[in-house]
């Protein structure tokens, strides 16, 4: 038989009683002083039953879901308000049973005080509240945290959030500086004019402040005269009203903390007809009841979450399966928009809808195989064994009893990683489990043909995905011997591999603005076809034709290396061969992990990505200077791209070595606004 644990209130609560007025139900006993050890009873049972009678707003209600505080079995009431519970006495903690509904805070009763019980449950106010503050999640240093931030119960949790891209999602440099146009990298007017910016009046991210700085082309603002909709998903905790925000508006919290916890807890339900963010797709419910204590702040505390055992008054817990959904992540990850470059339109021919897909993480894995068996917690928050719950019970307080106030303990795994992993977190590795990447090679009459396939076999979306500004690169190289053989056929890396300069043919090639000893020109064809990949949406639907879907087939025509430089006009190592376009560009082997990127178009390779089109032509643009998708050929769910490439091969056995790299934005415009952009290796494939 076990040990007969009576429902006590537990530390952390007396101390919150002690300290406010909690006006909690009657059901709630009185401190005791007995110790477990003092209740040991060998005739005491570890089962019984308690019938359980919840009502809402004073009437029994219908489909509550009623269990034992940290069991796993729930009961739903009947139309008396009733339900049996089996109570488990061996679960470790305050024996207690949990009502909760829908409309409703979660709230309790003893387990141990006899086979009846009752549960009054109080329908919360469903309109969000505008007056109430979104709380500090707080900050790196969490030995001065205070109880009015979240990290100083949730220890583990908070600091997997505080090192994720959702906490800097309004902080991130590259996000504000396209958001406003603008080089903070270039501190200085001097600095500003050489690389060809303009040092003008600019307000200041986290602060709203004006003062001066480098700014480069349109920010959002100027292309739309509205906010563009980017703080509604990167800065949703701005206080006050919700949606349509400036992003310069995210001062203090929302600056600093981004998408944080009490943001996301506060998403009461989805609608993924909506706009996307806070204001729109995300129903945010901040408490409209003041408080009863001064010790809960000036609102009453309501949360959302995935459990329906979590009665603490400071939670005010209300139980919600969408954090078990992909739907709540695709209220951000998912978003179409008109044309937002003044004086232009989407093409309808192209777009019936009008609206341009940018981000489309959601409906890949929607229309993908992992739907719906793995959303897109299974991946971005897996379990941590390690952790007892998420108020860090027995892992971080380890001498705090499971229960009420604390949480009871979750099983291993049952607590998920608040990282969200994705390609920005090298550690998670998710980019060496999205793609595998194999060669097969053959050598006949002095020509080895290498094909170079690239499969997604992880993620249950497209790679890349998210942010349009990504892409996926592919180099291949051969040697004999070490020494690297001539590319003479076989497709060639796209412009958006990166260019530092480009020509069409008829123009004079031997002319370089710019250009340094060193540099190479990559010289392509076209074959007058186009590649036909199967894309996402209408780009692999049978919407559009292989023209449609905007990728000429493109080879490799050969090289040349810059060797003296006079003026603009420049002198090669070798006959340049003929093509339609040359590219200028880096000499630069197969790159290892963390190497600085290179321009690479036109080299042997390929690479993946959705290009979005400005109106001037310019290609792999911002999302608010788009005005068409020109291509989408990135790799869908279990999808594959086989590429390939000829090289002369003077040995009999020949190596050929691959690469596949993911770019977090594009060359040119790392160049232009001084972003540090790296090569993220994702394969390699050696034969």
């Not at 070490?482 to 990166?498: K, N, R, Y």
């Not at 530092?500 to 123009?507: C, F």
């Amino acid at each position: 038989m076990g040990l007969l644990r009576r429902a006590r209130t537990p530390a952390l609560l007396a101390l919150g009683l002690a300290a406010c007025d909690t006006a909690s139900p009657d059901t709630s006993p009185e401190p005791r002083d007995t110790d477990l050890a003092d209740t040991a009873d060998s005739a005491a049972p570890e089962r019984w039953s308690v019938q359980v009678r919840v009502t809402l707003d004073g009437a029994p209600v219908a489909g509550a879901r009623v269990m034992q505080g940290g069991g796993v079995e729930t009961w739903a009431t009947d139309a008396e308000g009733l339900a049996t519970v089996e109570i488990d006495a061996r679960i470790p903690g305050d024996l207690a049973v949990v009502a909760s509904h829908p409309e409703a805070r979660i709230w309790w009763a003893p387990a141990d005080e006899g086979p009846y019980q009752e549960i009054a449950l109080t329908r919360f106010d469903p309109a969000d509240n505008p007056d109430a503050p979104f709380a500090d999640p707080g900050g790196a240093d969490v030995s001065q945290s205070t109880s009015e931030q979240c990290s100083h119960c949730h220890v583990t949790i908070h600091a997997s959030w505080y090192a994720s891209p959702h906490r800097s999602a309004a902080s991130n440099t590259v996000v504000q500086d396209v958001y406003g146009g603008a080089a903070s990298a270039f501190t200085t007017a001097d600095a500003c004019a050489m690389a060809g910016g303009r040092w003008e009046p600019t307000r200041s991210p986290g602060t709203g402040e004006w003062g001066e700085g480098c700014r480069f082309g349109e920010d959002v603002l100027g292309g739309t005269g509205g906010s563009g909709g980017c703080a509604d998903c990167h800065a949703p905790g701005i206080d006050g009203a919700l949606g349509g925000h400036d992003l310069l508006d995210a001062t203090g919290v929302a600056y600093e903390a981004g998408v944080h916890c009490d943001v996301c807890h506060h998403v009461e339900s989805v609608d993924m007809s909506a706009p996307p963010g806070v204001g729109g797709r995300l129903h945010i419910v901040r408490s409209s009841e003041r408080a009863t204590s001064p010790g809960m702040g000036d609102w009453q505390p309501i949360t959302f979450g995935p459990y329906a055992d979590v009665p603490n008054l400071r939670m005010g817990a209300v139980q919600r399966d969408l954090f078990h959904s992909a739907e709540l992540c695709g209220g951000c990850h998912e978003s179409a928009q008109p044309v937002l470059v003044p004086g232009a339109e989407a093409d309808l021919s192209r777009w019936p809808d009008g609206l341009l897909p940018i981000h489309t993480t959601f409906s890949e894995w929607e229309v993908g195989p992992m739907n719906p068996a793995a959303p897109c917690q299974s991946c971005h928050m897996p379990p941590r064994a390690d952790v007892g719950n998420s108020a860090d019970l027995g892992n971080v307080f380890t001498d705090i009893e499971p229960g009420v106030a604390a949480g009871w303990e979750r099983a291993a795994g049952e607590v998920r990683e608040h990282a969200w992993w994705g390609p920005r977190q090298r550690a998670s590795r998710m980019l060496e489990l999205a793609a595998s990447l194999t060669l097969d090679t053959s050598v006949a009459d002095g020509i080895l043909t290498a094909r170079a396939t690239v499969k997604n076999v992880g993620p249950g979306h497209a790679i890349p995905t998210g942010e349009p500004l990504r892409s996926v690169v592919l180099r291949v190289e051969a040697l004999c011997e070490g020494v690297a053989l001539e590319a003479t056929g076989g497709s060639a890396i796209p412009d958006f591999g990166g260019w530092l300069d480009r020509h069409e043919a008829g123009e004079d090639w031997s002319i370089w603005p710019g250009a340094r000893v060193g540099e190479v020109v990559r010289v392509v064809r076209s074959t007058g076809r186009w590649l036909d990949y199967a894309g996402h949406g209408p780009f692999g639907d049978g919407t559009f034709d292989a023209e449609a879907k905007g990728m000429p087939e493109e080879e490799v025509a050969g090289f040349a290396t810059i060797v003296s430089v006079a003026g603009d006009r420049v002198t090669f190592d070798r006959a340049l061969p003929t093509g339609d376009v040359a590219y200028r560009g880096s000499a630069a082997e197969l790159p290892a992990d963390g190497d600085e990127a290179r321009a690479v178009a036109g080299a042997p390779g390929f690479a993946f990505a959705r290009v979005l089109v400005g109106a001037d032509g310019a290609r792999m643009v911002p999302h608010f200077q788009a005005v068409d998708v020109a291509s989408d050929n990135r790799l869908l769910p279990q999808a594959a791209w086989t590429s390939t490439h000829t090289f002369a091969a003077p040995c009999a056995d020949p190596e050929v070595r691959a690469v596949l790299v993911h770019r977090a934005w594009p060359l040119a415009l790392a160049n232009e606004r001084g972003w540090p952009l790296t090569e993220s290796v994702m394969a390699e494939a050696t034969r």
